[in-house]
């Protein structure tokens, strides 16, 4: 992210060289040579963060934090100092200092270190937004549904919700709406105004996992510049939301399951534990008791985030709520695309019924958002829907058979996209749900003229 940079340093070459490397990443650098001319800048510019020498003449750059966090409490000030001895950073973190870094210390440490503070301002940034844009919104009123299970999931949501720190594993086919449940239990606790920090464990590399999770100290290993916190540390007094449980590697399971114990961890290369208050609220589209049974996933892991279990229903079982759920939704993208389409037509209904929608209500919402952008008439007919919802030789999975009589290989095909749709096109995740390789769903998709690389 571009940020405005204010440095504060009384060597006028040092603060000119930290301006043009800052300045060479994208930033937009501010100098002064002491702390009276630094706060003099903060008034009359919206300053991201700060680098500040904590010897300056006159004013101390202690007294010069005390002043910018007085004048606005949100600026990142990052200190510079000479000496070893860490009484004086320390007293600078006492006083709301995001960290400090010693000289002599290498360019690309401090780019390093600059970045990473950005990083937490601007979630800082977006945890007020969303408390501002959610105070008065119910998330459980989000979950949109007239059936019994939709109504018994969004009664254990407000149960879950008013315990303090119980973990929640919520479990439900792609599409159901998970991460709905997740939002509504942390903005439905005492927890809505502190961060909430969502992770999808199938979109980070193994390598870089645990980091991304506890953080590392400086040179902890060999790109480690500079100290990084990590989700948890970042998430103290909130959620963290780990999507796709299933996929964090087996090694891993057991220090995600020793924080959820005892509220501590470690950030990588560190000697000393890191108190938290965090509620894990995790989420998987396997079955995680099954990958249990097969050894791939911790027993003591998947108990302790059982502690409050959410299913979710597949839309196929819960078939009263779908025309409801179809008609929020035209409401939403006649919105988007200033369209005025009042419904659907009987027909176009019957489909939606009978259809399995093997991508639930994330299908369901597509479908309606493609059928909005094609239509021109008042109400939405047949032919505004994707082939697959429209064919008469439809599946009905929700009754083990099929309607009609279709070859195997337009089975498998049919099976095949729809779960690749439902995971939005990610090859690996698909593989694994079908329980076959990448390289023979790659093979089938070369063999279907779907495979694009």
């Known amino acids: 992210m571009k940020a405005k940079i204010l440095i504060i340093e009384d060597n006028e070459d040092m603060g000119f060289t930290l301006a043009n490397v800052l300045k060479k990443h994208g930033h937009e650098p501010f100098t002064a040579i002491s702390g009276e001319e630094g706060l003099e800048i903060i008034q009359h510019e919206l300053i991201d963060l700060v680098l500040c020498d904590l010897k300056l003449p006159k004013m101390s750059g202690l007294d010069v934090l005390k002043e910018i966090k007085t004048i606005d409490a949100d600026i990142v000030v990052l200190m510079m100092t000479a000496t070893t001895d860490a009484k004086p950073a320390i007293e600078a973190m006492k006083n709301g200092a995001f960290d400090y870094i010693v000289k002599p210390f290498e360019l690309e440490e401090i780019k390093l270190v600059v970045n990473n503070a950005l990083e937490t301002h601007q979630l800082k940034r977006e945890v007020a937004r969303l408390k501002r844009e959610h105070k008065d919104e119910n998330f459980i009123q989000a979950i949109y549904g007239e059936s ?28 159901t709406g998970k991460e709905l449940v997740a939002n509504a239990i942390h903005y439905a606790s005492q927890r809505a105004g502190k961060p909430f920090i969502k992770l999808n464990c199938s979109a980070i590399p193994e390598n870089l996992m645990e980091s991304e999770l506890f953080g590392h100290e400086k040179g902890a290993f060999t790109d480690a510049k500079a ?42 290369g560190g000697i000393s534990d890191i108190n938290i208050d965090v509620r894990v609220v995790a989420a998987s589209n396997m079955d995680l008791a099954e990958l249990v049974k097969n050894k791939e996933f911790r027993d003591d892991l ?135 390789s990448r390289s023979t769903l790659r093979e089938k998709l070369k063999l279907y003229g779907e495979d694009d690389g």
Not at 150 to 170: F, Q, R, W
Not at 309 to 329: C, H, S, T
Not at 356 to 385: F, Q
């Open 302 to 436: 998947y108990y302790r985030l059982k502690v409050m279990e959410v299913k979710l229903p597949p839309l196929r079982e819960r078939k009263e709520d779908i025309i409801m759920l179809a008609k929020i939704f035209l409401q939403e993208y006649n919105k988007e695309f200033n369209k005025s389409i009042s419904g659907f037509t009987s027909e176009t209904e019957s489909l939606f019924l009978k259809y399995p929608w093997p991508g639930n209500v994330r299908e369901l919402k597509n479908v309606i958002e493609r059928g909005v952008i094609l239509c021109n008439d008042s109400v939405m007919h047949p032919e505004h829907m994707p082939i697959e919802v429209r064919k008469e030789k439809s599946m009905d999975f929700s009754h083990g058979a099929f309607m009609g009589q279709i070859p195997l290989e337009e089975v498998e095909k049919f099976h095949i996209m729809e779960v690749l749709q439902s995971v939005s096109g990610n090859k690996s995740q698909a593989a694994k749900i079908l329980s076959i």
């Open 148 to 175: 019994k299970a939709i109504k018994d999931v969004c009664d254990l949501i407000e149960i879950v919700a008013k315990t303090p720190k119980t973990s929640v594993l919520i479990q439900g086919e792609s599409g």
């Open 227 to 268: 100290q990084k916190k990590g989700l948890f540390e970042l998430s103290n007094g909130g959620t963290i939301f780990l999507d796709e449980i299933s996929c964090m590697k087996y090694n891993l399971q057991p220090k995600l399951l020793r924080v959820i114990e005892t509220q501590t961890f470690r950030r990588i």
